[in-house]
């Protein structure tokens, strides 16, 4: 057995990444450049593994994923998942907290929801894309095609909700129907009556696997592959439209040999009595591991290479397997109930025939409670322990609640470094998490201030006064870009600036310092904002009940967003002399810090900084030159919390 590791665990699913990667050359080899595909990984990618599968779509050119709730599409997000994920049901309004949160496309089948969705992002002060399914004959999600292009119009008039695509269904995909032609004529039709009213929705998709083996011409603007991507063909008559690999092996060991006389019962029921002398198998493999009680007495499985017939009735957690034809096996030997072994297989299409299923059913069902070994070149790359699900917390925030989390952080990093994970990230969203919108994270935080006395020749009056001085502030740092538009505020008061903190576009915020000759149009001026070093013009300034608003965007920003990007914004503003403090607050969990006050170009004398930082290192590694500047720093590696910060003071 070349996977040495799987010896402690009494069954195991073995995800062959490289067959899965193979499998994504064909698809797009069916599909013409420049469709998209969104990889369905809904159902923990069909018992997959949700979280690699997505990872391996995404690095083979994936430009969406496919779930089937928000819970699931929350937990790729907090797996560190950024791409666009779509949840391809019709979603509840319970879920609208989280669609808004974690940065879930919904999928709209009706006006009620879309309101609904429309009222919160409105008071949450977002936008966010949409999908609108229409229903051409499938008979489930999606609004009826006849009242599909009113529908889209009243959706069209939610300012807060973007269009982003349309999509239908097909009912029998896997099969040449003129039913299925019909639904796309529909659709077609649809599109059609969009296009002449002036509405173009970008993507449009209604090819799943059957429709990208069977019908080619319904690709249009993106694809929904599921089964085919898992290595499954969808009908028999597919079967020679793609050269594909089965993905998944379910597997486990014989635990018992015994040899029993003729006329023995075996299993509950007594549905199988031995004939002759028999030499039975005991598998730790039951109904309870997905493995049907109709197998009992039909089913096969693999050892040594040969077929053997599961005998007796299946239970919750084992079956007996007659190797009276092997009486060589012994206990420990590997045995596939799906999958290859030396010439022989058994396919998921087979085990669906045998119980009157289909193989989505199977590949579901099999192998639930056992841990995912990810094979790559031939090796077990990851292996994804049996508590797969990662959990979010409410947004609680008792003292009993975090003292649960220190302690099972204790507990379980010991034994699992992905469950430690999770709790160390369930541990930030229970302190500093938000209910409409996810926790945000921030890396390499760096803020310098430069302070400089007014020149004269550019501003007589403030020089002679001696009362204003200039200030160039440049923050920089990393964090996961969630919206194309953001503003950055200036505020004239406390409850102003609180107003910006609350809107979760706001990227950056400035406390007007007061002084009886301070303007803010002259004052206050946003030099540069970018995006890893590119350019972000400025779109519109206003004033507003808030203060004054500056906001940025760019269409290429759309590309970026759900990835890391490097922000930096540079300001120039005034500051009143007699105002002697400046102070730098950290707002969100950062990791590596770097502040620097520079005010060699003034006449400040005793400058001195005091400090709060929390964390595991309250107290940053701090370096001054006396007359030019004071730096503090926090290591790379090292987080920062919230509510943590330093106020400079010099003396007037």
């Not at 969009?194 to 173009?200: K, N, P, Q, S, T």
């Not at 493995?291 to 005998?311: C, D, F, T």
């Not at 990007?565 to 707002?587: D, G, H, Q």
Request: charged share 25%; proline share 4%; net charge negative.
């Amino acid at each position: 057995m070349p996977y040495q590791e799987v010896h402690k665990y009494r069954s195991w699913v073995e995800v062959d990444l490289d067959h899965f990667a193979r499998n994504w050359k064909e698809m797009k080899r069916l599909v013409r450049p420049g469709v998209k595909i969104l990889q369905v990984v809904k159902a923990d990618a069909y018992g997959h593994g949700a979280i690699e599968i997505a990872e391996v779509a995404l690095k083979n050119g994936a430009v969406y994923l496919g779930v089937a709730n928000a819970d699931e599409g929350v937990q790729l997000r907090v797996s560190g998942v950024m791409s666009p994920i779509v949840i391809l049901s019709p979603s509840p309004e319970g879920e609208i907290g989280d669609i808004i949160k974690y940065n879930l496309i919904p999928s709209v089948s009706d006006l009620h929801f879309a309101r609904s969705l429309q009222d919160r992002c409105e008071k949450a002060h977002i936008r966010i894309s949409v999908h609108v399914e229409v229903d051409t004959g499938m008979g489930r999600g999606g609004t009826l095609y006849y009242e599909a292009f009113q529908t889209i119009k009243d959706i069209l008039a939610l300012s807060n909700l973007i269009v982003e695509g349309i999509f239908t269904h097909l009912s029998s995909s896997e099969t040449l129907l003129e039913y299925n032609e019909g639904q796309a004529q529909l659709f077609s039709r649809l599109l059609a009556q969009l296009e002449e009213a002036g509405i173009r929705i970008p993507i449009r998709h209604m090819s799943n696997s059957g429709a990208m083996l069977n019908y080619p011409q319904f690709n249009l603007d993106m694809v929904r592959p599921g089964l085919m991507s898992y290595g499954i063909y969808p009908s028999p008559e597919t079967m020679d439209k793609a050269d594909l690999l089965p993905v998944m092996s379910f597997k486990t060991r014989i635990v018992l040999l015994k040899d029993f006389p003729k006329g023995y019962s075996i299993g509950y029921n007594r549905t199988y009595i031995t004939d002759k002398p028999t030499r039975i198998a005991t598998i730790p493999i039951g109904y309870g591991d997905g493995y049907g009680v109709i197998l009992s007495n039909q089913g096969e499985v693999l050892i040594r290479g040969k077929r053997v017939p599961v005998i007796g009735r299946v239970s919750m957690d084992m079956c007996t397997v007659d190797v009276s034809s092997i009486p060589d096996c012994q206990v420990g030997d590997e045995v596939v109930l799906m999958g290859r072994q030396g010439q022989e297989s058994i396919s998921a299409n087979e085990i669906a025939g045998r119980v009157g299923s289909i193989s989505y059913e199977i590949l579901c069902a099999l192998g639930k409670r056992a841990p995912r070994l990810f094979i790559h070149k031939g090796k077990a790359d990851t292996v994804l322990p049996r508590l797969r699900r990662i959990y979010i917390p409410d947004e609680e925030r008792s003292i009993d609640r975090i003292d649960s989390i220190i302690r099972q952080c204790f507990q379980t990093r010991a034994r699992s470094e992905e469950l430690g994970d999770a709790i160390y990230y369930e541990m930030f969203e229970t302190l500093f998490g938000k209910e409409d919108r996810q926790l945000e994270l921030r890396e390499d935080f760096r803020y310098d201030i430069t302070v400089a006395e007014v020149d004269a020749g550019k501003d007589g009056t403030a020089a002679r006064r001696g009362d204003v001085l200039n200030v160039t502030t440049r923050v920089s740092y990393k964090k996961t870009l969630k919206n194309d538009a953001f503003v950055i505020g200036c505020a004239f008061d406390n409850e102003q600036l609180a107003a910006f903190f609350e809107d979760p576009r706001c990227e950056y915020r400035w406390l007007m310092s007061r002084g009886e000759h301070l303007v803010l149009e002259r004052d206050f001026r946003v030099a540069r904002v970018s995006i890893d070093d590119v350019d972000v013009p400025i779109i519109s300034t206003e004033m507003t009940s808030r203060g004054y608003e500056v906001w940025c965007s760019h269409e290429d920003l759309r590309e970026k967003l759900n990835t890391q990007v490097e922000v930096a914004i540079e300001i120039f503003t005034k500051k009143s002399r007699t105002n002697n403090i400046f102070s730098v607050y950290v707002v969100y969990p950062t990791r590596g810090l770097d502040i620097s006050f520079n005010y060699e170009q003034t006449g400040f004398r005793h400058v001195r900084e005091v400090s709060f930082f929390a964390g595991k290192h309250p107290y940053p590694e701090v370096t001054r030159e006396k007359g030019k500047y004071i730096r503090l720093r926090a290591p790379n590696h090292t987080w920062v919390f919230p509510n943590s910060g330093v106020t400079f003071v010099w003396d007037t």
